[in-house]
């Protein structure tokens, strides 16, 4: 282990162990949300009864759609 490796950096020095987390710009939490919300809107619209397939397969798009708005909204608080 050399002397640079042993040496404290100033954060470690200070007493702050947990590195700064990035924040997003607007323009990308909206484009971000934008999109979740999008394919989560999409995916429910093709569970709809009209649309062809299984029930089984609805089902699980549907509950996908869901997820996706979901996500939409924790992209937007976070």
């Known amino acids: 282990m050399s002397v640079l490796e042993s040496q404290p950096t100033p954060s470690q020095a200070s007493g702050q162990s947990q590195p700064r987390q990035p924040q997003d710009c607007l323009a990308c939490r909206v484009i ?3 999109a979740l ?17 299984s029930v089984v397969g609805k089902r699980i798009v ?4 869901v997820c996706f708005l979901v ?5 937007w608080s976070k």
């Open 32 to 34: 971000g949300t934008a």
């Open 37 to 53: 919300g999008g394919v989560g809107i999409y995916a429910l619209n093709q569970s709809r009864a009209h649309q062809p397939g």
């Open 62 to 65: 549907a509950g996908l759609g």
């Open 71 to 75: 996500a939409s909204a924790l992209r």
